[in-house]
């Protein structure tokens, strides 16, 4: 008798239990043990992001845009990911081409990534700095003037004293970008009439 009752308990508990599964709800269902749920796994006509164990994929994956598949390449381009030559020294210039595209990009992350501390102009006077931050020098200083494209990329990558770095927020080719744009706010504050062509000087008189 006792054992009967034992068996039916434990199927009304399979049954409520394998009601927590498949039924139709907009909810996200509830997930006591997830294993198996979620996990790599490839499904047809699918573009592969996992190469397999132990080995390296091979070339140029700058167009690649999630972070997860970038770290699997062979960062072999090393002034591209860097800012470093081969002899360990900063690349004097940017290893990418400099276009209105590139700047836009570099406008764009900076305003968003940078100007919190270093203000929009680069001088310095960010929001968090006016509550407080320890404050940036002016990004147009003449020491900053002088430092290699790659050193700024480092800043960038590796922050410096008490600047935290950006690497895991800014993929490479926007951190390049943001040097493209900082260089452009250094030639801004250092501008004179002359560097405004001709028919638009009078405009900004
Ligand atoms: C949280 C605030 C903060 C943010 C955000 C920030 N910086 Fe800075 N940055 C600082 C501070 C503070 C310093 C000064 C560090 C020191 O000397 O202690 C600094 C210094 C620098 C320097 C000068 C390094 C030197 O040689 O003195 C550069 C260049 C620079 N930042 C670029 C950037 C760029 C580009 C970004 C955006 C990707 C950025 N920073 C984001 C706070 C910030």
């Not at 796994?41 to 972070?67: C, D, Y």
Request: glycine share 8%; aromatic share 10%; hydrophobic share 35%.
């Amino acid at each position: 008798m006792m054992r009967n009752y034992i068996g039916l308990l434990g199927i009304s508990v399979l049954i409520v239990l394998s009601g927590c599964r498949g039924a139709r709800s907009e909810k996200t269902p509830f997930h006591l043990n997830p294993n198996f749920d979620w996990q790599p796994k490839f499904r047809a006509q699918m573009l592969t992001t996992l190469p397999p164990e132990g080995t390296v994929i091979w070339g140029n994956e700058h167009s690649f845009s999630s972070a997860k598949s970038r770290e699997h390449y062979l960062k072999e381009d090393t002034v591209f990911y860097s800012g470093k030559l081969e002899n360990g020294a900063f690349v004097s210039t940017i290893p990418v081409r400099v276009d209105a595209a590139l700047m836009t990009r570099g406008q764009e992350r900076f305003n968003i990534y940078c100007a919190a501390c270093h203000d929009q102009s680069g001088t310095g006077r960010g929001m968090v700095v006016q509550r407080g931050f320890a404050p940036p020098p002016n990004l147009g200083d003449e020491r900053l003037l002088t430092v290699q494209d790659g050193y700024l990329y480092d800043v960038i990558s590796n922050g410096i004293r008490n600047m935290p770095g950006y690497a895991k927020q800014i993929p490479e080719a926007d951190r390049w970008a943001i040097v493209a744009y900082v260089r452009a706010l250094q030639k801004v504050q250092h501008a004179t009439i002359e560097d405004v062509p001709e028919s638009s000087r009078k405009e900004i008189k």
